[in-house]
């Protein structure tokens, strides 16, 4: 498992390193309280791709900086809503070697706040998710993308 580091019950710490080895699948599955997901990785995946197939592969996805305050903000709001999401949390050179300016999920990490995804749709920061909630908007999306039953 040299692409993935497990944290805790519910973060995942993912390498975007590149690397030359023979092509070969990682599974890690991650369990939290209530759930569990599995992530497989592509060793010879760019990091790009990585990132976005996980986009498209979790219906809620926080990436954050390694030990980032905002994001425990987050899963606990997203989890008094009863969603557990998956969390990827990158290094600074794994941010920058993101994709370039007009990628908002690096955009986002670059200005030091979490950054999360529902439905495979980039919300924002930690900013933009609250403004979601608090309009009324956030959990008819949880529902939306199947992360929530009500």
Known sequence: MQDLRR?????????????TTTTTTTMITTTTSSSSSSLSMDIDESAETKIHRLISEH???IFTRSSCCMC????KLLSTIGVNP???ELDDNEIASL?????HL???LRNRSPAVFIGGAC???L????????SGHLVPKLVQVGALYV
């Open 59 to 61: 219906p809620v996805i």
């Open 106 to 108: 690096a955009s986002v």
């Open 72 to 75: 425990h903000v987050m899963k």
């Open 123 to 125: 919300v924002g920061g």
């Open 86 to 88: 998956t969390v990827i």
């Open 7 to 19: 944290y805790s019950n519910d973060t995942v710490h993912l390498d975007l390193g590149t690397t």
């Open 127 to 134: 900013e933009s998710l609250v403004a979601l909630h608090v």
């Open 99 to 103: 994709p370039h300016e007009d990628d």
